[in-house]
């Protein structure tokens, strides 16, 4: 998330005019623009990485994946986002061409700006959308992957995935995702224990 565009408010529908002819994507929240920063090269990676995996997991079964320019209403008319990468399988969501509204997927890469705000209130938002039962926030710092997945009860469970033979299963959705071949081709390296100097090894 960058700096706000400027401090004027703006409706949805001058929100949705300045997307179509800007080059940089806005974030929309209660009438704030919000310019995104471009990423890095990991960050680029891992979202394919992912992308790939679930695109070849769901072939087949309704479902589509989008990654990062594809716009998610959060909630309509207050706020507007566009995750690294989204999840639908909603028949409804293909019918408009430019906004998904009923994921059941969301992925972060998380970069240092947007880390906390990735983890706290924009993740309070998403909570809010009823079709949506999985967030995933990944690290690009290190090979950490933290999954928030909505039980039966309406519950967020939270799993975290630092090992480097770790992997993450969602069968509903038919993903088998290795840590590994999330940070495929990145100079991410393995999360480390570094031990204190003088204390045995």
């Known amino acids: 998330m960058g700096q706000s565009h400027s401090h004027r408010l703006y409706t949805p529908d001058e929100y949705f005019a300045l997307e179509q002819q800007s080059e940089v994507r806005h974030e929309y929240f209660d009438g704030e623009v919000f310019a995104m920063a471009g990423g890095t090269k990991a960050h680029n990676l891992i979202t394919q990485n992912i992308t790939l995996a679930l695109r070849a997991g769901l072939r087949g079964r309704g479902c589509q994946v989008f990654m990062e320019d ?60 009823p079709a949506l039962r999985h967030y995933i926030l990944v690290s690009q710092t290190a090979w950490v992957l933290e999954w928030f997945r909505r039980d039966d009860l309406g519950q967020w469970v939270h799993t975290v995935f630092s090992d480097p033979a770790d992997v993450l299963e969602i069968p509903e ?20 224990l570094t031990p204190e100097p003088g204390l045995p090894r």
């Open 173 to 192: 959705l038919n993903l088998r995702l290795p840590l590994a071949e999330v940070y495929d081709d990145t100079d991410v390296a393995p999360l480390q």
């Open 70 to 129: 594809v716009r998610l209403a959060v909630q309509e008319s207050f706020h507007y986002t566009y995750p690294d990468v989204v999840v639908t399988c909603d028949p409804e969501d293909r019918r408009d061409p430019y906004l998904v509204r009923q994921p059941v997927l969301i992925v972060e890469v998380l970069s240092p700006s947007t880390a906390e705000y990735d983890r706290s209130r924009k993740f309070n938002q998403y909570k809010k959308i």
